[in-house]
């Protein structure tokens, strides 16, 4: 069962990874960082797994931002680990990729190809 989950979140990841950058810009304006709840709202109204929205929050916006949001919520989810998680799957163990990475990661999910630039967090 767990394996499942895993490769539910996993999906998940890739579908934020790859459609998010460009919702995210359409919805609010192409930005290196964006609110949790603009974040989770996009998700919503495009249909994406809402279940692991704090691995978005973790790809799209600034801890401080993150942790505030969990504190609001009442949530405990950790921002280092979850970044950590997105990194080993998609950019080579980097926890630190910035929105760069993730525009050059998001549009290769279709060629097949995985490259990403060398840059830490914007």
Request: charged share 25%; glycine share 10%.
């Amino acid at each position: 069962m767990q394996f499942i989950r895993k490769i539910k979140r996993n999906r998940a990841i890739k579908s934020y990874l790859r459609k998010l950058p460009r919702l995210l810009a359409k919805d609010y304006g192409k930005s290196k960082r964006y609110r949790p709840k603009q974040v989770r709202a996009t998700i919503e109204r495009n249909g994406l797994p809402v279940i692991y929205t704090c691995y978005a929050i973790a790809i799209f916006c600034s801890k401080k931002d993150f942790d505030e949001f969990h504190n609001e919520i009442g949530e405990a989810c950790d921002y280092g680990v979850m970044r950590g998680e997105v990194g080993n799957l998609h950019f080579y163990g980097n926890s630190n990729f910035s929105s760069n990475d993730v525009a050059s990661v998001g549009s290769d999910f279709g060629s097949g190809s995985h490259s990403m630039d060398a840059g830490g967090i914007d």
